[in-house]
């Protein structure tokens, strides 16, 4: 069972940093994918990290998700200190789980056959309940019977940010949300992430320059694996 916190804002001072980068670079076999880096995120700013294929963006989210080792300082000023690893979550771009013998990993993007749906766990399965506020909010409660390798990209994406919610982050990263997604699916994931940011939690959102929600406030451009320009998103071209 997960911690319940209540939001940032009523802790922190509006301009309070919430999380700041110093330094931070990532080498792998004696190579350079991110280059030092510094950056502050201040409460109430949600941010797009943009840039093209291999511009080092998803390699910058496993860091701030400490998914990754990197050189360098990243530091979350939440009001418990002792609780804020747990509070930065990050989505991946690709959803994996395990089928109800649990002894494989199904890839949302697999083929369907009847016999992966015989073995595919439900939503209401997954989730392990069907009483939550964001499971309304997100439209999950008319997929709750469905096996999860039934579900399109858009449902799948969805079910993977409720699971997130669900653990009550107050920082949510998501590498690359819109990918797969038809024009549907894009249009209902941009009120979804409004909606999140209305609930108080931070998103650092990792995307295109061209798909950028309403709710983003600021973005941080990469170019290979190096940041180029930051800036409120109305005054970056």
């Given amino acids: 069972r997960s ?17 700041e980068l110093n330094n931070v670079s990532v080498h ?13 995120i201040h409460l109430h700013e949600q941010w797009a990290i943009a840039g093209h294929s291999g511009s080092g963006k998803t390699i910058l989210a496993n860091a701030l998700a400490g998914k990754i080792f990197y050189q360098g300082n990243i530091s979350y000023h939440f009001p ?21 013998s ?3 990993d199904f890839y949302y993007q697999q083929r369907y056959n009847s016999s992966d749906a015989e073995d595919a766990l439900t939503v209401t399965e997954y989730l392990e309940t069907n009483n939550s506020h964001w499971i309304d909010l997100l439209h999950i409660a008319p997929l709750l019977d469905k096996p999860l390798i039934q579900l399109s ?17 107050a920082i949510l990263i998501l590498d690359n949300p819109f990918t797969g997604l038809d024009t549907e699916g894009r249009k209902t994931l941009h009120t979804v992430l409004d909606e999140i940011v209305k609930a108080g939690i931070h ?7 061209e798909e950028l929600p309403a709710c983003i406030t600021h973005i ?13 998103a109305g005054e970056i071209g």
Wanted: proline share 3%; hydrophobic share 40%; charged share 15%.
């Fill in 80 to 100: 418990d200190s002792d609780t804020h690893h747990a509070r930065v979550l990050m989505i991946d771009q690709q959803h994996h789980f395990k089928n109800r």
């Fill in 153 to 169: 990209n858009g449902e799948n994406k969805r079910l993977q940010i409720v699971q997130a919610l669900f653990r009550d982050p």
């Fill in 203 to 209: 998103i650092i959102l990792i995307t295109a320059h």
């Fill in 3 to 19: 911690a319940s916190f209540a939001p940032l804002n009523l802790y922190l001072a509006i301009g309070q940093i919430l999380a």
């Fill in 102 to 104: 649990n002894t494989s």
């Fill in 28 to 40: 792998q076999n004696g190579i350079t994918l991110l280059h030092p880096l510094s950056l502050q």
């Fill in 220 to 232: 941080a451009v990469l170019e290979n694996g190096k940041l180029v320009k930051t800036g409120k």
